[in-house]
């Protein structure tokens, strides 16, 4: 069975100058040409081009030649393109944002499903408000303490000297990101936050090479 109609869906209710779609089924690429490019199009001749990009669970992956379209959006209207956010949470997605970030003007910012409308509110410009204070609580009043009668003064014994000890310190936390291949044999590998992994990239194209 064919394509029945436009794998991009639109998004309403969006802040003002904000444009977003969401990818539905196999997302192919009549869909970037006839409905995300004229709509990037417009957006950037009214102003800067802030985008948000869903790839949610109603969305099954892309047609052959499609995913170039994507890398390949930030090609036109360089100046114009501000804010670019992609909500998924599949797992490859969130590897081919880091690897292109660098392709695509403006920011480019990955978001979980379940952080959608803060995707929308990043890509607005709008700032999250902050949350409200929580309210005192009054402390409570010590009861009156008893004062003893006055009585010998105890000796107390002084404590034996303790040995001192160092504390190791905690390795610093790195957060997730492409970094120099550590075993040498590509230009960058991927550093999920806890380990190296096997999502490799040498001048732009990514690969499979586990670190063994």
Known sequence: MGQTGPMLRAITDLPSGVIGFEAVGEVHSDDYRDVLRPAIDAAASAGPVRLVYVLGPEFTGYSAGADWQDVKLGAQHLSAW????????????????GAFAWLIPGELRRFSLAEREE???????ID?????????????VPAPVPVPAPGPTPVVAEPAPQPATLETPAAPAVPEQWAADPSGRHQHRWWNGREWTEHVADNGVSGIDPLG
């Open 82 to 97: 501000e804010r670019a956010a992609v909500v998924s949470d599949v797992e490859w997605v969130g590897h081919l944002v």
């Open 119 to 125: 995707a929308v509110n990043w890509a607005a410009g």
């Open 128 to 140: 999250p408000e902050p949350e409200p204070e929580p309210e005192p609580i009054p402390e409570p």
